[in-house]
C-alpha cells in the first residue's frame, strides 16, 4: 500500500474509445457498437474528462489495501467556504464517501482494471450494455453498487451520451446489435426509428422534414449543439415527432432559416 500524489491525467473519448476496445478484447469480450458506447458512456459519466491517475472507471479503494492510491480532494479540503468538499469531508468520516482512488501507471492498466472490475464483480453491467438499453444498463450501474447514488436521470444521460457519439461516428468500426433495444428518451417526445446521422451527411437545409409544418416550427422540441474531441461544433435537432438531424454547426443556421426559427415569420 503506497500514498501517491494526486495527478491530473484527462482523456479524450476520442482516445479512450480504442483502448476500451482493446482492453474489453482482452478480457474475452467482444463488444458491439451499443455496448462500447454505453460503457464509454458510463465512463465519462464517472469522470473521464477529468480523471486523475488513469483511473478511467473512478474506483475506490481502501486504506488497506495493497495497491497504490490517491486520496480525493474532499480527504483534507482546503476551502472552508466549498460547501461540497466540507459535505463530502463529513461523509468520509462516517464511512460513506470513499478516502481513497486506484492509482495506475498509465491508461492501458487503467482501461485493463475497469474491465475486470466488470467482469469479476460487475457482470450485469456487461450484459445490460451487451444489450444496447440505456435503462437497463444504468439500472446495473445502481443496484450492482459500482454507483448506488447515481442519479435518477442517468438513464436519460446515457441516452444523450450514446446519441452524441453516434452523431460523431465513435466506436462505428464494432459490429452493430443484430436487433438493438430502442433507446429510451430523456424527455416526453417518442424515439425516433433511426438514430441521428452522421456530422458527415446532413439533412440538406433545402428540404425540412414532413413534420415541419408551416406555422408551428416552433413545437421544435429541442437544439442542441456539441463539440467534440476533435474541437469541432456540431448540432442536433430532435423533433416532437422522433426525427433526428445532426451535423456540422455551420449547417446549424441554414436550418433554422428552413424551420422559420431565425426571427422572421415562416411563409
Excluded at 454505453?38 to 488497506?64: K, M, P, W, Y
Excluded at 480527504?75 to 495506475?104: C, E, I, V, W
Aim: proline content about 13%; some cysteine; charged content about 15%.
Amino acid at each position: 500500500m503506497t500514498e501517491v500524489a494526486r495527478v491530473r491525467t484527462a482523456l479524450s473519448d476520442t482516445t479512450a474509445a480504442p483502448l476500451l476496445v482493446t482492453a474489453l478484447r482482452a478480457a474475452g469480450v467482444q463488444p458491439t457498437r451499443e455496448q462500447g458506447r454505453l460503457l464509454l458512456a458510463q465512463l465519462r459519466f464517472e469522470g473521464l474528462g477529468a480523471c486523475n491517475n488513469h483511473n478511467v472507471g473512478n474506483i475506490t479503494t481502501s486504506d488497506t489495501s495493497s495497491r497504490d492510491f490517491f486520496r480525493p480532494t474532499w480527504f483534507l479540503p482546503d476551502d472552508p467556504n466549498d460547501a461540497q468538499q466540507a459535505k463530502l469531508h463529513a461523509a468520509m468520516l462516517t464511512g460513506k464517501a470513499p478516502r481513497a482512488f486506484r492509482s495506475y501507471p498509465d491508461f492501458a492498466a487503467g482501461f485493463a482494471d475497469y474491465v475486470h472490475e466488470l467482469v469479476a464483480r460487475f457482470p450485469s453491467i456487461l450484459s445490460a450494455a451487451a444489450t444496447g438499453d440505456a435503462t437497463a444498463t444504468a439500472a446495473a450501474i445502481k443496484s450492482s453498487g459500482y454507483t448506488p447514488d447515481a442519479p435518477s436521470s442517468l438513464a436519460s444521460t446515457l441516452t444523450s451520451i450514446v446519441r452524441e457519439f453516434d452523431s460523431r461516428g465513435l466506436l462505428v468500426e464494432l459490429p452493430p446489435l443484430a436487433h438493438p433495444a430502442p433507446p429510451p428518451s430523456p424527455d416526453p417526445v417518442p424515439p425516433s426509428p433511426t438514430g441521428p446521422s452522421s456530422p458527415s451527411s446532413p439533412s440538406p437545409p433545402g428540404s425540412p422534414p414532413s413534420t415541419v409544418v408551416p406555422g408551428v416550427a416552433l413545437e421544435l422540441a429541442k437544439v442542441s449543439i456539441w463539440k467534440g474531441d476533435d474541437g469541432a461544433h456540431g448540432f442536433t435537432i430532435e423533433q416532437p415527432g422522433g426525427a433526428l438531424h445532426s451535423g456540422p454547426l455551420a449547417q446549424l443556421v441554414p436550418w433554422l432559416n428552413e424551420l422559420g426559427l431565425d426571427g422572421s415569420v415562416p411563409p
